[in-house]
C-alpha cells in the first residue's frame, strides 16, 4: 500500500551503483528501513542528499507489514535546516543523535508523541543560538520519559542517583552504577529544564562529556543495544 509517511533519517548506506537503504524512525510505523533507487539524472543525485541524519522528511513509500526493506517512491524535505548541515558542532551533535536513537529505536510501530518530540526539538535546535552544546545532553535525558525510565524526579530521596534502581538515593550506592551528587544534579536539572531554557547551562566541556558518559551508562542499565556508539568518541575531542 502505498503511506503518506513522516520520517526522521537515522542514516544512510549506499547499496549498488544507484540505490540507497535508508533507515528512518518514521511517525506511522516507528523505525523503518527503506530502500530508494536514484535515476542517473543531476536531479536525482541532488536527491541523495536529502537523507542526512536528521533531516525531516515526507515521503511517499510502498509500505507492506512483516517486509523488511520497504520501498521509497517520493521524498521531499519538511523543515529545510538552516544550521545543523553548516556548523561543525550540529553536524557532529546530530550524527551523535542519529545513531543514538538508530540503537535505541529497534521496535517497529508508531508513537507519535515521541516523534514529535523529537520533530520539534530539532527544529528549535535548528534555530538555537545560545545554549546549542548541550542540545544532546538535554535530548538524551528528555527522551528518558519517553522510553519509560526516567528517575522519579519529584520525589528525589537524595543527593545520589542508583542507576541499577533509577532512584535517586540519600548516600552512595554499594556498587559503581550511580552518579554522585555533581552528575546526578546536573542530570537531574536538564530533566526539569524545558528546551527554551537550554541557554542556562554555562558547563565546561569536560563537564558535558562527563554528563553525556554518565547518562551513556545510564541507558546501558536499561537498554542492551546501545553499545559501541562510534560518533561518542568524537565528541571528547570537539567538546573538550
Known amino acids: 500500500m502505498l503511506e503518506k509517511i513522516r520520517g526522521i533519517v537515522l542514516n544512510t548506506i549506499k547499496y549498488g551503483d544507484n540505490n540507497l537503504i535508508v533507515n528512518i524512525y518514521t511517525d506511522k510505523f516507528g523505525r523503518q528501513s527503506y530502500l530508494h533507487t536514484l535515476s542517473r539524472t543531476s536531479k536525482s543525485k541532488n536527491k541523495a542528499g536529502l537523507f542526512q541524519p536528521l533531516f525531516i522528511l515526507e515521503i511517499e513509500a510502498w509500505q507492506k507489514s512483516g517486509r523488511n526493506l520497504q520501498r521509497i517512491k517520493e521524498a521531499r524535505n ?28 529497534r521496535e517497529e510501530g508508531s ?17 538555537m543560538c545560545e545554549g546549542a552544546a548541550c542540545f544532546h545532553i538535554w535530548l538524551l535525558a528528555h527522551l528518558t520519559d519517553f522510553l519509560g525510565v526516567m528517575p522519579d524526579i519529584e520525589n528525589a530521596g537524595g543527593e545520589w542517583l542508583d542507576m541499577q534502581k533509577g532512584i535517586f538515593v540519600a548516600s552512595e550506592p554499594a556498587h559503581s552504577r550511580f552518579m554522585n551528587p555533581e552528575m546526578a544534579g546536573m542530570f537531574r536539572k536538564m530533566l526539569l529544564t524545558n528546551i527554551c531554557e537550554i541557554h542556562t547551562f554555562k558547563y565546561p566541556g569536560e563537564k558535558r562529556n562527563q ?30
Open 111 to 127: 508513537d507519535q508523541p515521541l516523534f514529535h518530540f523529537v520533530e520539534n526539538a530539532l527544529i528549535a535546535f535548528d534555530e
Open 78 to 105: 519538511v523543515y529545510p535546516y538552516k544550521s545543523i548541515p553548516f556548523q561543525v558542532i550540529k553536524t557532529t551533535q546530530a550524527i551523535f543523535i542519529a545513531e543514538f536513537m538508530g540503537s535505541i529505536l
Open 211 to 240: 554528563l553525556l558518559g554518565n547518562i551513556l551508562t545510564f541507558y546501558h542499565q536499561h537498554f542492551n543495544n546501545i553499545s559501541g556508539l562510534k560518533s561518542s568518541e568524537i565528541f571528547k575531542d570537539i567538546f573538550s
